[in-house]
């Protein structure tokens, strides 16, 4: 990552101060090659949503990649919860171990051999998400939380996630920020195989500090907002009827600082939640989905 992407993010900075879109060569789709990853040791504090009475904390260990190819425009990473296996925190009783989420997008510029930039629009591409993992297997399993149950406890998995989002995305020059990825997506549930609503995101990674030595701070985040989704409703527990468990819209964001060398960096994130999941805040499940968390990290660059 060294290098190629912070040259490339800082070439998108200089074409945004001088508020001229740069027109994309196409006569080489592979001319801009370039690919990068990174192991970040990270802690999350209030991450949500948070279920009553949960110690919300834990660790974990984040593989995090990407890079372009061809037609290629590629993210990703894969996460694996509470590595020692502690009986507190957020990530034990069953909990799911590791949750990915992969995003290719194919360049339809680059496809089609048309340089379809236009203003602050440099490239137009076919959008893609998908989110794996993150809820463990459907059914009961064997917990052995010694610290505060001892023995074995039988635990009910609600399942894990299988989302995919299916849409248009671009990259777009937007003041200070400089390159910034957009994308609309239209969501499919893979588990109850059904199109229910869409989702807006936008990512950006803005170096605007060096020092003397090379290293750099960096203003980074993204936004997930869905919206459009229907409302479902169910019954409580008591067998009382509610229409507080799925709303129609929800999301999260992100604002993180780091500081970057050529092959570490720390960072802190603060990451805001609303109806997140488009689970209700304190609905039929009692979830805390509305506030904030907090991200600490440290990061190993390849």
């Given at each position: 990552m060294k290098n190629v992407k912070t040259l490339a993010l800082a070439a998108t900075a200089v074409a945004a101060i001088s508020g001229n879109a740069f027109a994309a060569d196409r006569s080489d789709i592979y001319?801009?090659?370039?690919?990068?990853?990174?192991?970040?040791?990270?802690?999350?504090?209030?991450?949500?949503?948070i279920a009553p009475g949960a110690d919300a904390e834990h660790n974990y260990l984040e593989m995090e990649f990407g890079g372009r190819k061809g037609v290629i425009d590629l993210y990703g990473y894969v996460d694996v919860f509470n590595l020692a296996n502690s009986g507190s925190g957020d990530k034990v009783a069953g909990a799911s171990k590791m949750f990915m989420k992969f995003?290719?997008?194919f360049s339809l510029d680059a496809i089609t051999g048309l340089d379809l930039s236009v203003g602050p629009i440099q490239e137009v591409y076919f959008s893609t998400l998908f989110n794996w993992g993150g809820g463990a297997i459907k059914g009961q399993s064997i917990s052995f939380d010694v610290e505060d149950h001892p023995g074995p406890q039988k635990i009910n998995n609600a399942g894990d996630v299988n989302m995919s989002f299916w849409g248009i995305g671009a990259d777009v020059m937007v003041p200070w920020l400089g390159k910034t990825g957009m994308n609309l997506y239209a969501t499919y549930d893979i588990n109850a195989k059904d199109w229910n609503g869409y989702q807006f995101s936008?990512?950006?990674?803005?170096?605007f500090y060096f020092f003397d030595n090379k290293s750099f701070l960096s203003f980074q985040g993204y936004v997930d907002y869905q919206f459009g989704a229907d409302e479902v409703n169910a019954y409580d527990t008591n067998g009382v009827y509610q229409n507080t468990t799925f709303t129609t819209n929800g999301g999260n964001v992100f604002f993180g600082l780091y500081w970057?060398?050529?092959?570490?960096?720390l960072g802190y994130g603060l990451k805001g939640f609303k109806d997140v999941y488009?689970?209700?805040d304190g609905g039929t499940y009692g979830l805390d989905t509305t506030g904030w968390a907090h991200y600490f990290t440290a990061t190993y660059k390849f």
């Open positions: 001319a801009t090659d370039y690919k990068w990853m990174q192991f970040n040791a990270m802690y999350a504090i209030d991450e949500h949503p995003a290719p997008r936008a990512n950006w990674f803005k170096p970057h060398s050529d092959n570490y960096a488009l689970l209700k």
